[in-house]
């Protein structure tokens, strides 16, 4: 079944080809599709394209199919086109001709679109939380370990003290950038363009505010060519967002394999969460670690896969947005068991607590030698000429007592401000906004269905 289908038979090979993936993808799609629709249905009776014994029907079945979709079951016929033409179709099996009154007012330019702005807001609900989970083992696993002291690196060659509380806690703050940023992409997901059709709107007298409302949408894409431009644009400010995620991920993971090798030494992991060498009997690999290094720096890319499809693209659809879903639709649960893997690492790492003692460190405190001159009346390029003269003849004495006070620093290291942070970003989002939306459309459909 095609819903644009006329009196002719289209070709096999064609056919093939240009439905590509999308019976396997719109599944992603599928209990979105339903909701976009039943949200539709309930405004087009309020202009009186559907009367409301049409709509009752309409609601009981779609709610069926929805339960269906939920339970695992739910298919995409193999002569069936897409998401849309499968529920459609399923419809019309039931209630006749009823079922093609769904269509009316829409096209399927707006409806995949809407169907993937639902999609997105859901999968970067689950995200946000999953991150929240990982931001508050890095901030436990600093405080707990915040008076270690590692080696801190510049040009690969070792700079001044650092701590695991420290290093835990840097990558606890760059998640709350990353949450940052996922807002700005949730806030121009949240737009609805569902009325928009085509691109050039509709001549029913759709009431757009209404379906705004009743999906928990902040606001609608007003212009309705702008909506359709949407297409694309919004997948990649996502995958940018995604993107800055993975980068985090996959730097600690960097991070990780380094100091996991006997080089460094500052962790290790329980031999069953390692792997071992065909040749070398010795060995304990880091492989998880490095694969989710390979997987995010992958993700990485997929913000310019998407400007590469998109680029050239005048206004209005095209068929190239087919190829996204491709990509788009699976990053979310691939960044999803990344994060949960690594969290579970995580937790799983065992630190050397006595790093700072080898003797090949001990340059790491010459700039706490030069302050501890100027504190005696130096001039600060005095004490470092000084110091670094000690160093040169064999004279260095270090000073291992650290006392760093300011925001920030090893003795400061600020993480209950980072967990209020963190706190009040996941809170901007309202979540509660679109859920109670939702379950509302749900549950009155359910009573107006029975």
């Known amino acids: 079944m095609k ?6 038979v289209l070709n096999k090979e064609i056919e093939f080809f240009t439905v590509g993936k999308d019976r396997y993808l719109d599944l992603f799609l599928a209990p979105h599709d339903v909701i976009g629709t039943l949200a539709h249905i309930i405004m087009l009776e309020t202009i009186g394209v559907l009367n409301i014994n049409e709509l009752n029907s309409l609601i009981k079945e779609l709610h069926i199919i929805y339960d269906t979709i939920r339970s695992g079951k739910f298919k995409i016929e193999y002569n069936v086109e897409d998401i849309h033409s499968q529920i459609e179709l399923m419809l019309t099996k039931r209630l006749g001709k009823i079922g093609k009154k769904i269509h009316s007012g829409r096209s399927r330019n707006d409806q995949v679109l809407l169907d993937i702005k639902l999609f997105i807001r859901n999968k970067i609900q689950e995200l946000v939380f999953i991150i929240q989970d990982l931001f508050n083992v890095l901030i436990q696993l600093s405080n707990r370990y915040k008076h270690i002291l590692i080696p801190g690196y510049t040009h690969y060659q070792i700079a001044m003290p650092s701590s695991f509380g420290l290093w835990f806690a840097s990558y606890a703050e760059s ?8 807002k700005s992409a949730y806030n121009i997901s949240n737009k609805n363009p569902l009325g928009s059709a085509a691109g050039f709107g509709s001549s029913f007298p759709l009431n757009r505010k ?3 409302e009743i999906l928990g949408f902040e606001d609608l894409n007003y212009n309705v060519v702008y909506a359709q431009m949407c297409r694309g644009k919004t997948e990649r400010i996502v995958s940018q967002a995604i993107s800055s995620i993975a980068n985090t991920i996959t730097k600690i993971s960097q991070d990780i394999c380094l100091y996991m090798s006997k080089n460094f030494d500052f962790f290790s992991l329980p031999e069953n969460l390692t792997t071992g060498s065909s040749i070398m009997p010795h060995k304990k ?3 998880v670690f490095e694969l989710i290094r390979s997987r995010c720096n992958k993700i990485i890319s997929l913000p310019n896969q998407i400007s590469i499809i998109t680029t050239n693209l005048p206004s209005g659809y095209h068929r190239d947005f087919q ?5 788009f639709l699976p990053v979310f649960d ?11 690492l995580l937790k799983k790492l065992i630190i050397n607590k006595n790093i700072i003692s080898e003797n090949k460190y001990k340059y790491l405190f010459s700039v706490e030698v ?9 001039s600060f390029r005095e004490a470092y000429k000084k110091v670094g003269l000690d160093i040169q003849k064999g004279y260095f004495t270090p ?3 650290i006392k760093h006070s300011h925001e920030g620093s090893i003795g400061n290291l600020c993480n209950k401000k980072l967990k209020y942070l963190m706190i009040k970003l996941i809170k901007n989002f309202q979540f509660e906004v679109v859920n109670n939306a939702i379950n509302k459309l749900l549950i009155k459909s359910d009573l107006e269905g029975s």
Not at 175 to 182: A, G, K
Not at 370 to 378: A, E, M, Q, W
């Open 3 to 8: 819903l644009w289908q006329k009196n002719f």
């Open 175 to 182: 998640l709350i950038d990353d949450i940052f940023f996922l």
């Open 210 to 212: 209404l379906t705004t």
């Open 285 to 287: 690999n880091p492989d």
């Open 323 to 327: 190829t996204i879903k491709e990509i």
């Open 334 to 344: 691939e960044i999803k068991n990344l994060i949960l893997i690594f969290t579970y």
């Open 370 to 378: 030069v302050n501890s001159l100027v504190k005696d009346g130096l």
């Open 399 to 401: 000073i291992t007592d």
